[in-house]
């Protein structure tokens, strides 16, 4: 191995294109790999380690009720990188800046950004590989995945055709002293409990591979820590993509205050982080994720006063590479009599849940109201799975696999021990009740973000992004007649180019009812409905990557 600045290292990088505005690092290799020098001058940053004697205090009352799962501390930096760091100049005319930064004792770290900003051509090197210009924010904030060990050493590589300095002031060290997956070595990967199922097992997982692809891990960042939750993404009646994550209003409030607006910029959102396998694999999966996002509505105050929604909007769209899906949902107060919660415990990999008896309505822990879903966990092929600190806010689907519930808190757990055990409880605050029930106003509502055309529809299918996103059109450009109809209606197309169409029929609970596929000549396409009951249903008319919902009467 060269002899890198006077300091050996071994790099290890994570390659994600750099077409996705999203992405955590680019691949590459930093300047210093070619250079062989003897000096030993790297400026470091000793941060001061915090007591983990009174963290652990803290921490045992808060697990002790079910709360999101605290992993990390921040501990305050406040550092120009640019005017901390040691500089070198390199022959050819470009400039590299070195920092070093300890924590002693971290298992992991990662680091926070109050004002960052790299031109174009200038890269920034972590462990985990290159951040780029793509990775700028407007606001400036930023954040990085967690990096293994106590020591994190950042490279700056400046081409001398760039003049302009960056921008990059690091506020915070996210120092991790517990459930970093790969370094517990009690619990093994992760640090789930031993009952806890993977997604990819047989045959509790195969009827869910599509679902799963919805669900994410968040890095939750509020009150100068850091926190495990779960979350998903959730379809919307225009089906145009929004990246809307669901989750818990208790993940966002933590030691008696909320999530701050520069601290869900900080946010960061995993997908996909599972085994391949029914097996616990010997290594952490591949990281994908994305950081940062914007409050867009809560509801019901932790559960003390409703169903415990936090609805946020990603800053970026989610990367087609990532594969992701958006959940279709229920909203009907209905009983299902099975299915399963897809979830993160401890902040693991993927794990699922079942229950085979029905849910049963209920309020939570005295609040006096029916915002929750109650739920028994069953025992299944591969043992009985249940739920866990850092699952809060992941998704409770039916048995036709629509959303109808997030995850507040409750009593299941592996071992029996006191009120706690397989066989009890869990309560997932109800999507019927987010739908509308915690408040007037918008900001309080589920309905005007995921019915913003006020359609009234009570059911809605899940979305698949195909090779290029969805796009929502406006109502203006497709119009159907008769309506009220009865035995056939048109379907209008004038002045669109397309002659391929896929036409869906849902009915007002989201059930799929028939659906058309087309190669059409002309401005019109007649739908034959003579077997379909009179009623209300919704059209979804799909077209070159665009969609648009309508409404229709069935007389």
């Known amino acids: 191995m060269k002899k890198i600045l006077g300091i050996t290292i071994c790099f290890v990088f994570l390659v994600i294109s750099q077409q996705a505005l999203a992405q955590i690092s680019d691949g590459g290799f930093p300047a210093s790999f070619d250079i062989e020098t003897d000096s030993q001058i790297v400026k470091s940053i000793i941060l001061q380690s915090p007591d983990i004697r009174l963290v652990n205090n803290e921490d045992s009352r808060n697990d002790s009720l079910s709360l999101p799962r605290r992993f990390s501390i921040m501990l305050p930096v406040d550092s120009d990188f640019i005017k901390s760091g040691t500089w070198f100049q390199l022959e050819d005319g470009g400039r590299i800046c070195r920092l070093k930064i300890h924590a002693e004792g971290a298992i992991a770290n990662n680091l926070y950004f109050n004002n960052f900003y790299l031109p174009e051509g200038v890269n920034l090197f972590l462990v985990k590989g290159a951040f780029t ?50 370094y517990d070595e009690i619990n093994g990967f992760g640090g789930s409990d031993w009952c806890e199922i993977n997604i990819n097992c047989s045959p509790e997982g195969d009827d869910w591979q599509v679902q799963k692809r919805a669900v994410v891990r968040i890095l939750v960042k509020v009150s100068g820590s850091g926190w495990w939750c779960s979350g998903s993404l959730v379809n919307n009646v225009r089906y145009d993509a929004t990246p809307y994550v669901l989750t818990a209003d208790h993940c966002a409030y933590q030691l008696n205050q909320y999530a701050s607006d520069a601290d869900l910029d900080q946010w960061i959102f995993y997908f996909n982080y599972e085994s391949t396998t029914c097996e616990n694999p010997e290594l952490e999966p591949g990281l994908l994720s994305m950081v940062g996002a914007s409050k867009v509505a809560q509801g019901g105050k932790r559960g003390q006063e409703g169903s415990d929604f936090y609805l946020v909007l990603l800053n970026n769209q989610v990367p087609l590479s990532y594969n992701p899906y958006f959940l279709g949902w229920s909203r009907f107060n209905e009983i299902s009599d099975q299915g399963v919660t897809i979830h993160h415990p401890e902040g693991d990999i993927k794990k699922i849940s079942t229950y085979s008896s029905p849910i049963e309505s209920s309020g939570w822990y005295g609040n006096g109201l029916q915002s929750h879903w109650k739920v028994i966990w069953a025992e299944t092929e591969n043992g009985w799975a249940v739920t866990e600190a850092g699952d809060s806010g992941s998704p409770l689907f ?3 696999g629509r959303l109808i519930g997030t995850l507040t808190g409750g009593l299941a757990a592996c071992d029996e021990s006191g009120a706690l055990g397989p066989d009890k409880p869990d309560y997932y605050g109800k999507f019927s009740y987010h739908w509308q029930s915690n408040g007037t106003v918008d900001t309080a509502q589920l309905k005007p973000w995921l019915d913003p055309d006020n359609t009234g529809i009570y059911g809605l299918g899940g979305l698949t992004l195909d090779v290029e996103d969805h796009k929502i059109v406006n109502n203006s450009d497709i119009n159907i007649y008769p309506n009220p109809a009865n035995e056939y209606f048109f379907i209008n197309f004038t002045n669109l180019e397309s002659k391929t169409f896929h036409v869906s029929i849902y009915d007002i609970v989201g059930k799929l009812i028939k659906e058309t596929y087309s190669q059409h000549q002309g401005s019109e396409l007649k739908i034959n409905i003579r077997d379909i009951p009179k009623g209300v249903y919704f059209l979804t008319i799909k077209y070159d ?11």
């Open 398 to 400: 039916d048995n036709e």
């Open 133 to 182: 210009y793509f990775n700028n924010l407007k606001n400036g904030n930023f954040a990085t995945e967690l990096m293994s060990g106590d020591v994190v050493i950042l490279e700056l590589n400046i081409p001398a055709e760039i003049k302009n300095d960056p921008i990059i002031h690091i506020s915070e060290f996210g120092y991790a002293y517990r459930d970093v997956p790969h």
């Open 545 to 555: 990557h665009k969609s648009i919902v309508k409404k229709l009467i069935i007389q």
